[in-house]
């Protein structure tokens, strides 16, 4: 003999509440056969509901057992429950539990989503099930737009949506009025006729007199069992194990999880504002994240540009061991015989010393401070600056120690009217009179313009006759044409070393001063980026604050959508998709908003343009994409774990 449909075993269901344990059910047996139409009767609190509850797999029992189609229960996973409730039970309650914002169709097609079955089958039988229920012109009504007796053929139509076997059918009638209730026992009828197992809770017993069976309950004990028909049904019953499983695995994964993100997508946008205020910080933070990481980039393009325009081959010799050594300025080794030295190898094309001082400068009754530098007649050709009017001075004019002079356009423009021609005029170096011989066309420096006033004058007039130093700064190499850069540096420190017995000079070379600069402006860059991911962070919490609010907020939705067999992973999936759009719409805001500052930012700072990589942006998406999962996950987390019996119980 098959098992019967639904056993119960001395089922007890206890609730901890305050020092006494109360038990709501206590040893009850109870066996269910299909096809039955069973009613529940007895007075308010004597545990109806929590029986109801027990057979729909939405709550377990503290003790004893109970078996479905001769299954045990009580060692199934939430998940395999989520299934039972699924495919097998239909709930119907007294205040209908509808879903508000969802019209007719789409509410009763909630198990059908969960259950997998395809968008077109599952909208062609909802509307196939509503139709028959008569509410084929209610289709797109809302409950808000229903009357009770609709909602509640909506919720029938939610429950025969997986097939729904046993109807579990909690005080259906209770808050309709006499005629829509008359109706509902009517189609409840019907659907037994049909071959439905129909256990139906009542007080009324008029309704339970519809009932084949009538079973009676006290103080959380079964105290009548009567029988009115003999159970001759039972073959007409379908029995559970009939019933399709499952849809297509993907398809069906996708079809939920295309559900999942409407629903947090109407979530969203039916709280718009807060929404906007939640994605604020997501905002803020992916923009200064992505322009500080931009303004790096274009900062260290430009130092880059800068020292590629001053050519890449020079080499520049100094005292010392490297930049700001503090006894360099006691070395005195860098002397006019190196500077022979280093002429007379092949791989040089040009070479220069350089020696500085800062002198007042005079022409009439102008007076201006100025950087003065002592070089020879290649420091143009090495330094790549051009001549604007006259000429550079001669390696003639250096060997005879001329006062002769170049200075530079902010000179020119100092000391001279436009109208004026500098070349020919004699102006007072300190006291020493000199001869302008060239103006120099303007360059761009590499940090920006500067506005110093810059005067060359033959090194050896400068040792001799200005400042009286007899050994250079610096010596500036231009490595010739088509020879190594690292190699005519090695060639240099060798011969150097041999001239000075030792290493107390360092050359740098501007690829090495990229480098430098390269390693710097990354860090830096890395250093503020990483202050602004706390921003980023802190946007995140606040994700996870509204996160949260949503789902205390949608308690009792996440008890419905449990009840019509929503797995844990479902609600979980909603809540984390959620998260997750806020998050990445957040962050497209954000980089539209970064690309809004790159747009204005060039009005106002000449120098440094903004340089969006790719890299910033996919990485910025990546971070929202993450903050969301990270910070969603607890509110998911918590939504998913509800109890389903207390989640419908709040509102
Ligand atoms: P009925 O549906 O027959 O009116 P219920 O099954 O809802 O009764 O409740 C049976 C008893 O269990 C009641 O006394 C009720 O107070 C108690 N009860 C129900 N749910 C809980 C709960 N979550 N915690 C504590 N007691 C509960
Ligand atoms: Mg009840």
């Given at each position: 003999m ?24 206590d ?26 509850n ?11 057992e ?6 045990v ?16 039970f ?18 009763s ?15 062609a039988?909802a509307?196939r ?28 139509s ?9 109807i579990l059918?909690?005080?259906p ?9 008359e ?17 139906l ?9 519809h009932a084949?069976?009538i ?12 029988r009115r ?28 999880s ?10 969203m946008s039916?709280h ?6 939640t ?11 992505v ?5 790096g ?5 430009k130092?880059v540009?800068d ?6 081959n ?11 050594d ?20 092949g791989?040089?094309?040009?070479v ?15 007076t201006?401070?100025?950087s ?11 330094r ?20 002769v002079?170049?200075i ?8 001279f ?5 500098p ?7 300190g ?6 011989v ?20 033959p090194?050896?007039s ?7 130093q ?12 088509g ?13 150097l070393?041999r ?18 600069v390269?390693?710097?402006t ?10 602004a991911?706390?921003?980023l ?11 949260l609010v ?12 449990m009840a ?10 909603q ?40 890299l910033?942006i ?7 994409t ?8 607890l ?8 109890d389903?019996?207390?989640a419908?119980a709040?509102?």
């Amino acid at each position: 003999m098959n098992p019967p449909l639904l056993e119960l075993r001395g089922v007890a269901r206890i609730y901890q509440t305050g020092d006494e344990p109360f038990r709501a059910l206590d040893d009850v047996d109870l066996r269910i056969d299909a096809g039955e139409m069973v009613a529940i009767i007895g007075p308010s609190g004597s545990g109806k509901s929590t029986l109801m509850n027990i057979l729909g797999c939405l709550d377990h029992a503290s003790a004893g057992e109970y078996l479905i189609a001769g299954q045990v229960t009580s060692d199934l996973e939430s998940q395999d429950l989520a299934r039972m409730r699924r495919t097998h039970f239909g709930f119907i309650f007294q205040r209908y539990h509808l879903l508000p914002h969802l019209d007719a169709v789409q509410n009763s097609e909630i198990p059908a989503i969960y259950a997998g079955l395809k968008k077109s089958e599952r909208k062609a039988r909802a509307i196939r099930l509503l139709a028959r229920l008569g509410l084929g012109d209610r289709l797109g009504h809302r409950p808000g737009q229903l009357s009770g007796g609709q909602q509640q053929r909506v919720s029938i139509s939610r429950a025969l949506m997986n097939g729904g076997q046993v109807i579990l059918a909690d005080e259906p009638t209770g808050a309709l009025d006499s005629k829509s209730g008359e109706e509902m026992l009517a189609l409840l009828g019907e659907l037994h006729q049909q071959g439905q197992t129909i256990i139906l809770v009542t007080h009324d017993p008029e309704v339970a007199a519809h009932a084949g069976r009538i079973i009676e309950m006290r103080d959380g004990r079964i105290i009548r069992d009567q029988r009115r028909q003999p159970s001759g049904r039972v073959a007409a019953g379908r029995a559970i194990g009939d019933e399709a499983a499952d849809g297509s695995r993907l398809g069906a994964a996708l079809g939920r999880s295309s559900e999942a993100f409407r629903m947090a997508w109407f979530a969203m946008s039916s709280h718009r504002l807060r929404t906007l205020l939640t994605m604020l910080g997501i905002i803020i933070g992916i923009t200064a994240v992505v322009c500080v990481v931009a303004l790096g980039q274009g900062a260290q393009q430009k130092i880059v540009d800068d020292i590629n325009a001053m050519g890449t081959n020079v080499i520049t010799i100094a005292p010392g061991q490297g930049w700001g050594d503090t006894r360099a300025a006691t070395i005195h080794t860098l002397v006019p015989s190196d500077l022979d030295a280093l002429k007379a190898q092949g791989y040089i094309d040009s070479v220069t010393p350089s020696l500085t001082t800062s002198k007042l400068l005079r022409y009439r009754n102008i007076t201006a401070s100025a950087s003065i530098t002592g070089v020879s007649e290649g420091y143009f050709r090495v330094r790549g600056l051009d001549i604007d009017r006259g000429g550079f001075f001669t390696a003639a004019e250096v060997r005879q120690l001329a006062q002769v002079v170049v200075i530079d356009p902010n000179t020119a423009a100092k000391l001279f009217s436009a109208a004026e021609d500098p070349v020919g005029k004699v102006v007072l170096l300190g006291g020493l009179p000199c001869r302008v011989v060239g103006v120099t066309k303007e360059k761009d420096s590499p940090f920006g313009n500067n506005q110093n006033l810059n005067v060359w004058l033959p090194y050896t007039s400068a040792m001799g006759r200005l400042i009286g130093q007899p050994y250079f700064n610096s010596i500036t190499v231009r490595v010739a044409e088509g020879f190594d850069n690292e190699q005519a540096e090695k060639n240099i420190t060798e011969l150097l070393i041999r001239r000075h017995g030792g290493a107390d000079f360092y050359t740098s070379s501007s690829d090495t001063i990229l480098k430098t600069v390269n390693e710097t402006t990354t860090t830096m860059t890395l250093l503020i980026a990483s202050i602004a991911v706390i921003s980023l962070i802190v946007g995140g919490i606040g994700v996870m604050n509204i996160m949260l609010v949503s789902v205390t907020e949608r308690t009792h939705e996440i008890g419905i959508r449990m009840a019509v067999g929503a797995r844990q992973g479902d609600i979980m999936q909603q809540f984390l998709i959620e998260a997750v759009l806020v998050c990445l719409l957040g962050g497209a805001c954000g980089i539209l908003l970064s690309y809004a500052v790159g747009w204005v930012f060039p009005l106002f700072v000449s120098s440094i343009r903004m340089k969006f990589s790719l890299l910033s942006i996919v990485s910025a998406v990546i971070c929202s994409t993450l903050i969301g999962v990270v910070f969603g996950f607890l509110p998911a987390r918590n939504a998913a774990r509800l109890d389903p019996v207390d989640a419908l119980a709040r509102d």
